[in-house]
């Protein structure tokens, strides 16, 4: 089975509490929480490149395989903010981290990026082609951001994950996984960066209850989707992680399986929205703090711009 042999996160020091944006916006602390859950979160300087950020969670990635960088055979990074449009952020990021030749691309998958890279790495490992396929979500939205906003800028945050994915006889492993996307609702939520606009005009869109309502029906779907092809049922599950975008949607994810709180991983007032990046990001706190352990089974579900969504069932070990 294809396996998570290792993972590791990183998120910017420099953190921006919900109170900070009370000095230059017309918002407020408990606006900010009681619509979103979010109290803080991490701010990449200028200087500190996207792939800068998946690189320090990499190296811990490949630390916690046990492997060096020799051993990857791909680089794929899941990302909306890349460094440039070209080179890919995982050129740049494998050229970094001391790696030469090696097949490295980005996809742009928004939120559920590091899921879409999940089933890609999985096929790919699938064919016996790849030994070691390391796998990045990694995000430095909030260079995008347009600060004059507040429907938008206190949403997002910064931050990377990484997984070295392996494939062998043990029982651990990626049980399922499921991607969707409708393209059609592409224009309720955007990052205005691109051939379609002109230079000086970025800044993330987004028509926050329209996205909301999908997100809270697609969440779910997808949710139901990896269980059944992975032939478990909610009750079956020790974890759902689900992407951090909003604690109602969080909410609204969990009453659609009836799982208790405590099975709900959530961290969305430290970090905000990290994108691509929430996923990975959650996981290795999890096993950081212990929570998670060798056997455990993990429903990993997300949604995002495109509008995409994605899930996955993990055995973890
Ligand atoms: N502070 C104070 N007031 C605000 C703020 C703010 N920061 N932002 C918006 N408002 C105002 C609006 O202007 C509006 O005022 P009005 O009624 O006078 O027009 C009012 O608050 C209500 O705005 P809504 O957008 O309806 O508020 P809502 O309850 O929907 O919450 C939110 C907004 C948090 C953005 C919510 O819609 C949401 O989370 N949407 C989904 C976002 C999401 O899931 N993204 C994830 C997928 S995409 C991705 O992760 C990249």
Same mark, same amino acid.
């Given at each position: 089975?294809?396996?998570?042999?290792?993972?590791?996160?990183?998120?910017? *020091?420099?953190?921006?509490? &919900?109170?900070?944006?009370?000095?230059?916006?017309?918002?407020?602390?408990?606006?900010?929480?009681?619509?979103?859950? @979010?109290?803080?979160?991490?701010?990449?300087?200028?200087?500190?490149?996207?792939?800068?950020?998946?690189?320090?969670?990499?190296?811990?990635?490949?630390?916690?395989?046990? %492997?060096?960088?020799?051993?990857?055979?791909?680089? @794929?990074?899941?990302?909306?903010?890349?460094?440039?449009?070209?080179?890919?952020?995982?050129?740049?990021?494998?050229?970094?981290?001391?790696?030469?030749?090696?097949?490295?691309?980005?996809?742009?998958?928004?939120?559920?990026?590091?899921?879409?890279?999940?089933? @890609?790495?999985?096929?790919?490992?699938?064919?016996?082609?790849?030994?070691?396929?390391?796998?990045?979500?990694?995000?430095?939205?909030?260079?995008?951001?347009?600060?004059?906003?507040?429907?938008?800028?206190? =949403?997002?945050?910064?931050?990377?994950?990484?997984?070295?994915?392996?494939?062998?006889?043990?029982?651990?492993?990626? %049980?399922?996984?499921? =991607?969707?996307?409708?393209?059609?609702?592409?224009?309720?939520?955007?990052?205005?960066?691109?051939?379609?606009?002109?230079?000086?005009?970025?800044?993330?869109?987004?028509?926050?209850?329209?996205?909301?309502?999908?997100?809270?029906?697609?969440?779910?779907?997808?949710?139901?989707?990896?269980?059944?092809?992975? &032939?478990?049922?909610?009750?079956?599950?020790?974890?759902?992680?689900?992407?951090?975008?909003?604690?109602? @949607?969080?909410?609204?994810?969990?009453?659609?399986?009836?799982?208790?709180?405590? *099975?709900?991983?959530?961290?969305?007032?430290?970090?905000? &929205?990290?994108?691509?990046?929430?996923?990975?990001?959650?996981?290795?706190?999890? =096993?950081?703090?212990?929570?998670?352990?060798?056997?455990?089974?993990? =429903?990993?579900?997300?949604?995002?711009?495109?509008?995409?969504?994605?899930?996955?069932?993990?055995?973890?070990?």
């Amino acid at each position: 089975m294809v396996r998570i042999k290792g993972i590791g996160a990183y998120a910017p *020091k420099s953190e921006l509490h &919900n109170r900070d944006f009370e000095r230059f916006l017309d918002t407020s602390d408990e606006w900010i929480f009681s619509r979103s859950g @979010i109290k803080s979160r991490r701010i990449s300087p200028p200087e500190q490149r996207t792939s800068d950020l998946a690189v320090e969670a990499s190296k811990k990635a490949l630390k916690r395989a046990g %492997l060096s960088v020799d051993d990857v055979d791909m680089v @794929i990074v899941a990302t909306s903010s890349p460094d440039t449009l070209t080179p890919s952020t995982a050129c740049i990021t494998a050229a970094k981290l001391g790696m030469d030749k090696v097949p490295c691309f980005d996809i742009s998958a928004a939120c559920p990026g590091f899921l879409y890279a999940l089933e @890609i790495a999985t096929g790919l490992l699938q064919t016996g082609k790849y030994r070691h396929i390391l796998i990045v979500g990694v995000e430095s939205g909030t260079k995008f951001i347009d600060w004059e906003d507040r429907s938008t800028a206190v =949403l997002f945050g910064d931050g990377a994950g990484a997984a070295v994915l392996t494939v062998d006889e043990g029982p651990y492993g990626v %049980l399922s996984t499921y =991607l969707q996307g409708d393209g059609r609702l592409g224009e309720l939520l955007k990052i205005e960066v691109g051939t379609a606009y002109p230079p000086g005009s970025w800044g993330v869109r987004m028509r926050g209850r329209e996205v909301f309502r999908n997100a809270v029906v697609q969440m779910g779907e997808a949710a139901v989707k990896a269980l059944q092809l992975a &032939n478990l049922k909610a009750e079956d599950l020790d974890w759902l992680v689900p992407h951090q975008a909003n604690l109602r @949607i969080i909410e609204a994810t969990r009453q659609r399986l009836n799982l208790p709180r405590e *099975k709900v991983y959530v961290n969305i007032e430290r970090y905000g &929205n990290t994108s691509a990046a929430s996923i990975p990001l959650a996981l290795e706190e999890m =096993l950081e703090r212990g929570l998670l352990k060798e056997g455990d089974t993990v =429903l990993a579900v997300s949604f995002g711009a495109g509008f995409t969504w994605a899930s996955a069932v993990i055995r973890w070990g």
